[in-house]
């Protein structure tokens, strides 16, 4: 059976004045719809709580941003699952809402938990429909945007392929807004490291992220073996359309032929959650980049910054600064630094457990 994540961003579900888009909704609903009765398994991330949220209710006083975000998710939330909730309820379709933090994600216990959870639901059918709690969350807490929390539902979830539905074709070969502009159809992650010189860097209207976050996450999950679409949710059955047509407008991520392991795919995404930093040489550098699969070994660390304990995740950085990747750490921050510099020692960061950024 195939599983696919998808992520709808909230320019897609509401209207310019940032109402909610009951007809698009309907519209999509009844697309996810279709592809569930074929047998697909369905993972929705959604956005558009706090848009939701703002419109049903003006202020009355001046909040500070924190807290008229979480005000207006909270009504919001509301008001979106139980949309999505009569939506699906039309086609004998049960869906169920999952909130979830930055936070969440940081450990491999409630990474597992998570796991577990939305398993369970789609092995009864039910339909995950996931956002960011943002009620709780706060600024440093949060996600880059939703295109991150998909990325990571995706990579944990198993899911053949993720898509992202914005409000915006894909990814162009040049300004969006220059007719000259195409959309590039393929994108394969192994030598086309120049798109990102393509792309725009504003934000959305209503979201947090644009298209480079989208482009940086699509390529991320791609690597790890996971094909990602990013495609125009305006367009009218785009989501049957790009399954079905192979010539559909959007941009397709190849993915890597070489998956990545569950434990890697959960540390590569897990930068944000970092608890300390390890400075390492040239040496060790040289090593880690190489084709031979490399453990990072005490000789090579010259020091460690922050508090760290054993099987924290961990950033991974060069003499200039430059974080060349993350990892699980094998023993705490006194122990690593007691390390520095000896040979024959365990690991200090398995390479298992270890992502190096390309």
Not at 255 to 273: C, D, L, R, Y
Request: aromatic share 6%.
């Amino acid at each position: 059976m195939k599983r696919i994540a998808i992520k709808i961003g909230s320019n897609v579900l509401t209207q310019s004045n940032g109402a909610l888009d009951t007809e698009r909704m309907s519209a999509i609903a009844a697309q996810i719809a279709a592809l569930h009765r074929s047998g697909i398994e369905i993972l929705l991330i959604s956005s558009g709580a706090v848009v939701s949220g703002r419109n049903e209710l003006p202020l009355k006083k001046q909040l500070d941003t924190v807290s008229s975000r979480q005000l207006f998710a909270a009504v919001g939330q509301a008001k979106l699952i139980n949309r999505y909730y009569e939506l699906f309820r039309k086609y004998g379709i049960v869906c169920g809402q999952i909130l979830t933090t930055k936070e969440n994600f940081s450990s491999r216990r409630h990474y597992l938990n998570q796991r577990n959870c939305m398993s369970v639901m789609l092995d009864t059918g039910v339909i995950p429909i996931v956002n960011e709690n943002d009620a709780v969350s706060v600024t440093e807490l949060m996600f880059t945007d939703n295109d991150e929390l998909a990325g990571l539902i995706a990579t944990m979830m198993d899911a053949e392929t993720l898509v992202i539905l914005s409000n915006i074709d894909g990814i162009f070969d040049g300004n969006p807004a220059d007719p000259s502009a195409k959309v590039i159809a393929n994108i394969n992650t192994a030598g086309l490291k120049d798109v990102a010189d393509y792309i725009q860097t504003g934000q959305s209207s209503f979201g947090r992220g644009g298209m480079r976050t989208k482009y940086n996450i699509a390529r991320k999950v791609a690597e790890e073996g996971i094909p990602v679409i990013i495609a125009n949710g305006k367009r009218d059955n785009i989501l049957l359309d790009i399954f079905n047509n192979p010539d559909a407008v959007c941009t397709r991520f190849v993915a890597n032929p070489k998956p990545t392991s569950k434990v890697k795919k959960w540390i590569a995404h897990s930068e944000g959650f970092a608890k300390g930093e390890i400075y390492i040489n040239e040496g060790a550098k040289t090593a880690l980049l190489g084709e031979k699969a490399s453990s990072l070994l005490a000789v090579g660390v010259v020091r460690t910054v922050g508090d760290f304990e054993k099987d924290d995740i961990v950033k991974i950085l060069d003499a200039s600064g430059e974080c060349i990747g993350v990892g699980r750490v094998g023993c705490d921050s006194r122990e690593v630094q007691a390390k520095i510099g000896k040979k024959g020692d365990k690991p200090v960061i398995h390479y298992d457990y270890l992502y190096i950024n390309e």
